[in-house]
């Protein structure tokens, strides 16, 4: 059994960073891609960053150049570093790890909640 526990979310002004990390509880970490989602209120949930056990990432266009996802495999851990932020960043955003094995399951987080003011 895999549990993601997200944090670092929190208010912060336009233009300004945020850092979440994404704990994995469980094993075999270092096999799972990891992917960053968000979704807004009324919206649906999207994905923003991707990054596979060989840290190859992509990004969604709206966040190209300001997110960077990361992953540690010694804290069994993965990051989404959030700069430049803008108001329409604000969403829960949800931690995912995807393996293949068992033909293939999803696992997510609680979700941690991102606000960004004007």
């Known amino acids: 059994q895999v549990q993601l526990v997200e944090s670092g979310g929190g208010l912060v002004q336009s233009g300004g960073s945020l850092r979440l990390s994404c704990a994995f509880w469980?094993?075999?970490?270092?096999?799972?891609?990891m992917a960053w989602y968000r979704q807004a209120p009324g919206k649906q949930r999207e994905l923003v960053a991707i990054?596979?056990?060989?840290?190859?990432?992509n990004y969604a266009e709206f966040v190209k150049g300001r997110f960077t996802i990361s992953r540690d495999h010694a804290k069994m851990t993965v990051y989404l570093q959030m700069n430049s932020l803008k108001p329409e960043d604000t969403a829960a955003y949800y931690c995912?790890?995807?393996?293949?094995?068992?033909?293939?399951?999803?696992?997510w987080g609680q979700g941690t909640q991102v606000t960004v003011s004007s």
């Open positions: 469980g094993s075999f970490f270092s096999s799972y891609v």
């Open positions: 995912n790890g995807h393996t293949l094995a068992s033909g293939g399951r999803d696992y």
């Open positions: 990054i596979t056990p060989g840290s190859s990432t």
